[in-house]
């Protein structure tokens, strides 16, 4: 997996984990983004030096929410739900 498509899963990890309230570890973080722990500590530091992340605190700066939610919202609204299926629009239910 090349280091941006590592960024965004982190990012994107981050902000879901941030938004249910759960503990973060490097650990688990790795083992959710699909990345090996020492992968996902090099790719905390890029997020570090590019403003979007506290990779000590394992933490989204304001630009890194900002990022990881209009991400979020844009995957939702193309129809990728967590299972990877389209899910269906007020066009298709009418």
Do not use: H, W
Not at 40 to 54: C, H, N, S
């Amino acid at each position: 997996m090349n280091e941006a498509k590592l960024c965004g899963r982190l990012l994107t990890q981050l902000f879901r984990r941030g938004q249910a309230g759960e503990s973060i570890d490097i650990v688990s973080l790795a083992e959710d983004a699909g990345a090996s722990v020492f992968a996902a500590l090099k790719a905390m530091a890029v997020l570090e030096r590019t403003g979007l992340a506290d990779a000590r605190r394992l933490r989204l700066t304001l630009s890194g929410l900002a990022l990881a939610t209009a991400y979020s919202e844009r995957r939702v609204l193309s129809g990728e739900a967590r299972t990877g299926r389209p899910s269906l629009s007020a066009r298709d239910a009418a």
